[in-house]
């Protein structure tokens, strides 16, 4: 026979609080690890916000985010996605305060915006900029080229650019730090070979 109401009733009860039943660490996980950072995350938003009076809001909100994305996985380690989450969040409100209404513009070249496609010169500009960056990272030590590579932009920590490479994090350190001020000076300054050849 089927379910009587009252089965049915606290298996809707029980989908609802579905979250609790499925992570029944997340609340202890969330006072340990996330509400201890409040009064960091107040202050980088107070600094970082325009209107002071939503703190409280944002707050809450990105509260909301960090459980919702706990519940999927818990991340690790927890201060740098709570604050991540903060800044994504700011960024979606400034994006959403500079939206205007089709409606409310007759001509929309009275909004003065932007085309998202650079023009011919803007494009220009960026390949030459990108042969140059490129001609600058061949002129690198082999190895330094690697460690920059992997961490500018494939963007790995150094703890995994030491195991991919087998040095120690010492060593990925002094290869990135090296080459940062090799680049700098053939990008920025003296346009000489970095490997000490004249």
Known sequence: M???TEQTRESDDLRRVGAAIVAPGLNEWFVREV????ANLMQFLRR???NKSDIDDLVQEV???VCEAAQKQIPHPVKPFVFTVARNLLVDRVRREHVVSIEAVEDLDALHIAMDMPGPDQAVMAREELRRVQAAL???PPRSREAVILRKIDGLSWREIAGRMGITEK???HHIT???RMLADVLYGEATDVRGKP
């Open 48 to 50: 970082s916000s325009r």
């Open 178 to 180: 090296g080459a940062m």
């Open 138 to 140: 061949d002129r690198l």
């Open 63 to 65: 509260y909301v985010r």
């Open 2 to 4: 089927g379910e009587t």
């Open 35 to 38: 509400l201890p950072l409040e």
């Open 171 to 173: 060593t990925v350190n």
